[in-house]
C-alpha cells in the first residue's frame, strides 16, 4: 500500500509537468499581448520602443524555452512570480481567494452529501413508488437548473420578501463565523442542489445494482435486519462510485464556479481566473491552471485511497 502511494505521489510530477508545458505553450500561440492591452486599456498611446521596453521587464523579449525553465524554477523554489497585470506576488493574489473558494466547495459538498445519499437510498429502497418518482424529479431538476440562475432566484426572494441581501464583503470564518455563513450559506446551498442532483441519480442507481446481489440475498436469508443489511453490506459497496463522482465535483468547484461568483459577488479563484484570461495575464493564468490541475489530481488520489479503505477487495500493487 505505502508502494502504491509513494508511486502515486512520483506520477504527479510528470503529470503537472506536462500540464505546465501544456498551458505555457497554448498561451503563447493564442493571440493577443498584454502590454499592448495595458496601454490600450489606459487610453494611451504608446510608441513600440516603449512597447519593446515593458515586454523586455516581463521577461517576454526572451527565447519560450528560457521562459520556461526560469518558471518552472520558480515553482520548484515555491516561488509563482508576480502577476504581469497588478505586479503584485501571485501566491498572495491566490492565497487571499484560496480561503472563499475552498470554504465554498467545502460547503457545497457537505449540502449535497447531505441531501443526495439519503434521497439516493430511499428512492431505491422505494423504487417504482411515489417517493421515488419525488426523487427522481427533484434530482432532475437540480440537473436541469443552472446554480447560477438559481443563485439570482434567491438572491430576489431575499430582495423582494425580506428586502435584505447577503454581505457583500467576505469575511473570514476565524474572524466572525456569523458573517462569514451569512454570505457563504446562499451560494453552498445553489451550487450544492446542483451538485446534489448528480450524486443523487448515482447513489439510486449504485444502490439498485447492489441490492440484486447474490450477497445481499444471502445476507436477508440469514435473518439479519434489514438495517444491517443496507447499511454494511449495501450502502458500504453502493458508495464507491458516489464517492468519485463527489470528488470530481469538488476538485470542479474550486476554480470552476464562474457565474455563481459573479452572481453572489465572491472574489474567488473562479472570478481571478477570468480576470486573468481577459488581461492576458500569462503568469496568473499559468498558475491557475497548475493549481486547479494539482486540486484535480490530488482529490482523485485521495478518492482512490478512501474507495481501498471501504471496499478491502480492491488492492493496489
Same mark, same amino acid.
Not at 446551498?189 to 445494482?209: C, D, F, H, I
Given at each position: 500500500?505505502?508502494?502504491?502511494?509513494?508511486?502515486?505521489?512520483?506520477?504527479?510530477?510528470?503529470?503537472?509537468?506536462?500540464?505546465?508545458?501544456?498551458?505555457?505553450?497554448?498561451?503563447?500561440?493564442?493571440?493577443?499581448?498584454?502590454?499592448?492591452?495595458?496601454?490600450?486599456?489606459?487610453?494611451?498611446?504608446?510608441?513600440?520602443?516603449?512597447?519593446?521596453?515593458?515586454?523586455?521587464?516581463?521577461?517576454?523579449?526572451?527565447?519560450?524555452?528560457?521562459?520556461?525553465?526560469?518558471?518552472?524554477?520558480?515553482?520548484?523554489?515555491?516561488?509563482?512570480?508576480?502577476?504581469?497585470?497588478?505586479?503584485?506576488?501571485?501566491?498572495?493574489?491566490? $492565497?487571499?481567494? #484560496?480561503?472563499?473558494?475552498?470554504? =465554498?466547495?467545502?460547503? &457545497?459538498?457537505?449540502? /449535497?452529501? +447531505?441531501?443526495? %445519499?439519503?434521497?439516493?437510498?430511499?428512492?431505491?429502497?422505494?423504487?417504482?413508488?411515489?417517493?421515488?418518482?419525488?426523487?427522481?424529479?427533484?434530482?432532475?431538476?437540480?440537473?436541469?437548473?443552472?446554480?447560477?440562475?438559481?443563485?439570482?432566484?434567491?438572491?430576489?426572494?431575499?430582495?423582494?420578501?425580506?428586502?435584505?441581501?447577503?454581505?457583500?464583503?467576505?469575511?473570514?470564518?476565524?474572524?466572525?463565523?456569523?458573517?462569514?455563513?451569512?454570505?457563504?450559506?446562499?451560494?453552498?446551498?445553489?451550487?450544492?442542489?446542483?451538485?446534489?442532483?448528480?450524486?443523487?441519480?448515482?447513489?439510486?442507481?449504485?444502490?439498485?445494482?447492489?441490492?440484486?446481489?447474490?450477497?445481499?440475498?444471502?445476507?436477508? $436469508?440469514?435473518? #439479519?435486519?434489514?438495517?444491517?443489511? =443496507?447499511?454494511?453490506? &449495501?450502502?458500504?459497496? /453502493?458508495? +464507491?462510485?458516489? %464517492?468519485?463522482?463527489?470528488?470530481?465535483?469538488?476538485?470542479?468547484?474550486?476554480?470552476?464556479?464562474?457565474?455563481?461568483?459573479?452572481?453572489?459577488?465572491?472574489?474567488?479563484?473562479?472570478?481571478?481566473?477570468?480576470?486573468?484570461?481577459?488581461?492576458?495575464?500569462?503568469?496568473?493564468?499559468?498558475?491557475?491552471?497548475?493549481?486547479?490541475?494539482?486540486?484535480?489530481?490530488?482529490?482523485?488520489?485521495?478518492?482512490?485511497?478512501?474507495?481501498?479503505?471501504?471496499?478491502?477487495?480492491?488492492?493496489?500493487?
Amino acid at each position: 500500500m505505502w508502494q502504491y502511494i509513494l508511486k502515486r505521489l512520483l506520477l504527479m510530477i510528470p503529470t503537472l509537468l506536462g500540464v505546465a508545458a501544456l498551458v505555457f505553450l497554448l498561451l503563447r500561440v493564442l493571440p493577443g499581448d498584454i502590454v499592448e492591452l495595458k496601454y490600450a486599456g489606459s487610453g494611451t498611446f504608446a510608441p513600440r520602443q516603449v512597447i519593446e521596453v515593458e515586454r523586455k521587464q516581463l521577461g517576454l523579449d526572451k527565447p519560450l524555452w528560457r521562459q520556461f525553465v526560469s518558471w518552472m524554477w520558480g515553482i520548484v523554489r515555491f516561488d509563482f512570480g508576480t502577476s504581469m497585470w497588478t505586479g503584485r506576488p501571485i501566491a498572495h493574489e491566490v $492565497a487571499i481567494r #484560496l480561503e472563499l473558494s475552498l470554504e =465554498l466547495a467545502l460547503m &457545497a459538498t457537505f449540502v /449535497a452529501v +447531505l441531501i443526495s %445519499i439519503p434521497l439516493g437510498t430511499l428512492a431505491a429502497l422505494k423504487q417504482d413508488t411515489w417517493i421515488d418518482y419525488f426523487v427522481r424529479v427533484f434530482s432532475i431538476a437540480g440537473l436541469a437548473i443552472p446554480s447560477f440562475w438559481l443563485g439570482i432566484l434567491i438572491i430576489l426572494v431575499f430582495i423582494i420578501f425580506f428586502k435584505w441581501l447577503p454581505p457583500l464583503t467576505f469575511t473570514s470564518f476565524w474572524v466572525d463565523p456569523k458573517a462569514n455563513l451569512t454570505q457563504l450559506l446562499w451560494p453552498a446551498l445553489a451550487v450544492g442542489y446542483r451538485y446534489s442532483a448528480v450524486a443523487t441519480r448515482m447513489t439510486r442507481s449504485a444502490v439498485l445494482e447492489v441490492l440484486h446481489e447474490d450477497y445481499i440475498r444471502t445476507a436477508r $436469508a440469514k435473518g #439479519l435486519w434489514e438495517k444491517v443489511v =443496507l447499511t454494511r453490506h &449495501a450502502l458500504k459497496n /453502493a458508495l +464507491l462510485p458516489v %464517492i468519485t463522482v463527489l470528488g470530481l465535483e469538488f476538485a470542479f468547484l474550486v476554480g470552476g464556479l464562474v457565474v455563481t461568483e459573479q452572481v453572489f459577488n465572491l472574489n474567488g479563484i473562479g472570478k481571478l481566473f477570468v480576470e486573468a484570461i481577459s488581461q492576458r495575464d500569462y503568469t496568473m493564468v499559468q498558475s491557475l491552471v497548475l493549481l486547479t490541475s494539482f486540486v484535480f489530481i490530488f482529490v482523485n488520489f485521495i478518492v482512490d485511497l478512501v474507495n481501498a479503505w471501504l471496499d478491502p477487495r480492491i488492492r493496489y500493487q
